[in-house]
């Protein structure tokens, strides 16, 4: 079986990050990522998919990542619920294996965020999704 997601987009708030009762890092957070088309009326829609990251990935993405910020992750789906007073709760979620900084605070002058240099120095292919990243046909 193969579950796997790969997704670029921009995070929609400061993530928090909080601490399982065992003190695991972990960070909850939202990515908007642009559908390919517009729709009639020619605007483009965005799709909002909740993700979550652990442990060292979770504490770098809260140190240095704010709201706007241009993520590309790698994953996989994951669905659980829960008990809630308004009965059972679904959730579907992508668990970040990868997270990547595509932008670095020189990228657009105004980021208060910064680049995570040991990700960038680790990966072969940082570079060249920077280089994406900055193409003016993508659709964010």
């Known amino acids: ?45 965005a799709d909002f ?4 990251v652990w442990r060292k990935q979770a504490e770098n993405l809260a140190r240095y990542v704010k709201k706007g910020a241009l993520l590309g992750i790698e994953g996989r789906i994951q669905t659980r619920n829960y008990e809630s007073d308004n009965g059972t709760r679904y959730v579907t979620e992508v668990v970040c294996d ?5 932008e670095s605070k020189g990228d657009t002058g105004d980021t208060p965020y910064e680049k995570d240099t040991d990700t960038a120095d680790n990966d072969e292919f940082y570079e060249t999704s920077k280089q994406l990243a900055a193409e003016e046909d993508l659709p964010f």
């Open 49 to 52: 998919i909740q993700c979550v």
């Open 98 to 102: 990868s997270v990547q900084f595509l």
């Open 1 to 45: 079986m193969i579950n796997r997601v790969v997704l670029v987009g921009r995070i929609t708030k400061d993530p928090e990050k909080k601490e399982t009762q065992s003190n695991i890092a972990v960070v909850s957070f939202t990515l908007a990522v642009n559908r390919q088309f517009t729709d009639q009326s020619g605007e483009r829609q």
